[in-house]
């Protein structure tokens, strides 16, 4: 079964890290691009940053410098390493990977950051 699943979400203070990890069961990470998502309450799912097959990166403006994303292909692993935080941070974290006919989506992690 081709599934995503994302841990390393929690509660965290303004200025702090944390590492959300993507792991993928049924299929190999390292064939595909992968993205990760975000969806703060009442707002659309955004982009947050992506890597591709090669190892390209890109990001939203928003992030960019504070966050980085990362594969580690024999762990079958994607990560997204946030630092300094901020409370606008706050939304639930979904990484996907594109199949030619779909996208395959995580069951997303929450982050929280708030004193």
């Known amino acids: 079964q081709v599934q995503l699943v994302e841990s390393g979400g929690g509660l965290v203070q303004p200025g702090g890290s944390l590492r959300l990890s993507c792991a993928a069961s049924?299929?190999?990470?390292?064939?595909?691009?992968i993205g990760w998502f975000r969806q703060a309450p009442g707002k659309q799912r955004e982009l947050v940053a992506t890597?591709?097959?090669?190892?390209?990166?890109d990001y939203a403006d928003s992030v960019k410098g504070r966050f980085t994303i990362s594969r580690d292909n024999p762990k079958n692993t994607v990560f997204l390493r946030m630092n300094s935080l901020k409370p606008e941070d706050t939304a639930v974290y979904y990484c996907?990977?594109?199949?030619?006919?779909?996208?395959?989506w995580g069951q997303g992690a929450q982050v929280t950051v708030s004193s």
């Open positions: 049924g299929f190999t990470l390292e064939g595909y691009n």
């Open positions: 996907a990977a594109d199949f030619v006919t779909r996208r395959i």
């Open positions: 890597i591709t097959t090669g190892g390209s990166t």
